[in-house]
């Protein structure tokens, strides 16, 4: 087979995901993992030096100040302020492309008053609508965690005032943004 | 720091650039290896240094490259380091000559483009990456340059149509640059302006597109490269800073800033000197924390200088500052050939110093800046580097 056989046959494959069903990343490192149980059930654990009273994000081996390996879960408040906004209209990920085709895909990084900058989801449909593009430097969130339909812990911001201090209000806000179930494909295998 | 005198570099090679390709990385660097050592006139039994970059060589590296190539090195590196690559390979290289421990280094980089290869390498960059930031939308650097570029608009005020004035004169300059994968093509500022959104304020025209190729060239003493009566040119300064200003919560400057002054010091020039200026372009605004950070214009002041300033290598564009950027399209036109697009910055400043740009030759030129930027972890790229070059003997 010439070169040119060999990238045809391959592009031959280049077509949308047939899966019936689409899932967020499952892979993590073995510390991401450790994060996500840590986080399962709670509102926010963040790694935390015990000798510095740090926290940190995302998970590491050792502090990152003092390098020691004293570092234990620990809830955090997860309040903070939004340094950055996008929305993603465009993703490598199946189950994005999927909620993309829907409406494009919001996220942010936001400071933790606590000190570590995240990446989190961002629940727009709790800020004023008419205002999402407001919705920028400086804006005041809260950040909690919740497990996604991988069974992955992620991370979602929303409003510093809306009450997510129960798993049922917080698993409330997950559903609406559609990540607590697979991206599904009508006919798919 | 001592200086970098009595070393050149020579011998540019650009490698088989394509968009999708079903060679593997050892293949672009081998033959980019070959093109680099017949370039100068030399054999392979003559290279005693072997430095490679590559994102896509798997399970292999540059000492099982050695076996492949059946070369034996006494001096060997690899450079990880992305977009920050080319820089680094010349400092260490440079260093090795000047000590005696190698007398002729190829610097390689290449990178193979196999079908959905970059979703692989995006999901599994770093393990910040898999943790978090892949998992929130898998947009790949995209995501993060987004979120810089989101930020850098809202607090200078700079405009989607001041990134399209980097875009466009580097499209130019490609349209003269034979292997750049978007030459064949012209881009207008409606093009820009209406294109596919990509991710907030990012458009299609703003974001590089992946490819495979492979970028090399090679460095020895001054006196071994007039023996060889090859062309080349000398590096007047170069440094480095890596994960430079930690606590800013987002990026809008570069380890460049702590450096600049004693760049040029060590060169003798300053930036008004310049005849040419090759900034690692992923994302437009990057090139312009470039040329703020390296003293072309103050912070937040490139979507002005850019408005004002004619980028195009032969100066042809109407507006009357002149200063030749990106001069061959830079990776936006050309394509990232993954970690060697750190080196296509560099390539491009030697054809231009040594007299070997075909279509494109920026006239007179005679000092050439370039500016490397690598690694995006996470939110932020770690890696900075510049290096000023110039003819011999001026
Ligand atoms: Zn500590």
Known sequence: MTTNDIMKSRLKYNRPSLRARARPPKNRTPLGEAFSAANMGTSLQLQCCVDCRRFQYPSQEVCQVCLNDNLVWRAAAGEGHIISQTTLYNSLWEFFKRRIKQKPWPIATVSLDEGPIVFAHLDVEEFDKAKILDVSESTQVKVFSHYDCSMRSILIATSKDIFTDTKEARRKIVTRMSLSEPAFRDGGI | ?394
Not at chain 2, 38 to 57: M, N, P, R, W, Y
Not at chain 2, 106 to 126: K, L, N
Not at chain 2, 338 to 344: H, I, R, S
């Open chain 2, 1 to 394: 720091m001592k200086s970098y005198d009595g070393v050149a570099l020579l011998s540019p090679v650009s490698f088989g650039y394509s968009r999708q390709s079903s060679h593997s990385a050892a293949w672009f660097i081998g033959r980019t290896f070959q093109s680099v050592i017949h370039g100068a006139g030399l054999k392979k039994e003559d290279i005693d240094g072997f430095a490679v970059t590559s994102f896509s060589l798997g399970s292999d590296s540059s000492i099982t490259l050695t076996q492949q190539f059946q070369i034996t090195p006494r001096w060997i590196e690899q450079f990880p380091y992305g977009g920050a690559s080319g820089i680094i390979a010349l400092r260490r290289a440079a260093r090795a000559i000047q000590c005696g421990d190698a007398d002729i280094i190829a610097c390689i980089g290449g990178d193979a483009a196999a079908h959905r290869s970059f979703e692989h390498q995006a999901s599994i960059f770093s393990g910040f990456t898999i943790d978090a930031s892949f998992p929130y939308g898998a947009g790949g650097p995209n995501t993060a340059f987004s979120l810089i570029t989101q930020n850098y608009m809202e607090k200078y005020g700079t405009s989607r149509e001041d990134f399209a004035r980097i875009s466009l004169d580097q499209r130019y300059n490609a349209n003269h640059y034979p292997a750049a994968l978007l030459g064949h093509k012209t881009l207008s500022l409606d093009e820009y302006m209406n294109a596919r959104q990509i991710a907030g304020p990012l458009h299609l025209f703003d974001c590089v597109m992946p490819c495979a190729g492979g970028e090399g060239f090679l460095m020895m003493s001054e006196d071994r490269a007039r023996h060889l009566k090859q062309p080349y040119c000398v590096i007047r300064s170069a440094q480095e800073l890596h994960n430079a200003h930690p606590s800013d919560e987002i990026q809008f400057r570069g380890g460049w800033t702590e450096f600049v002054n004693e760049l040029y010091a060590a060169a003798q020039t300053g930036p008004d000197e310049i005849d040419l200026v090759q900034t690692y372009d992923d994302y437009p605004v990057i090139s312009m924390l470039q040329l703020e950070d390296l003293g072309f214009c103050k912070k937040g002041e490139a979507g002005k200088f850019v408005q004002e300033t004619d980028m195009r290598f032969d100066g042809s564009g109407a507006l009357n500052k002149k200063l030749p950027h990106n001069t061959n399209g830079g990776q936006l036109s050309v394509g990232q050939a993954g970690a060697a697009g750190g080196y296509l910055g560099l390539n491009e400043t030697l054809r231009q110093l040594t007299d070997t740009a075909v279509n494109n030759s920026v006239p007179k030129a005679k000092i050439g800046l370039i500016s490397g930027f690598g690694m995006i972890n996470y939110d932020r790229g770690l890696c900075s580097a510049a290096a000023i070059l110039a003819r011999p003997n001026i």
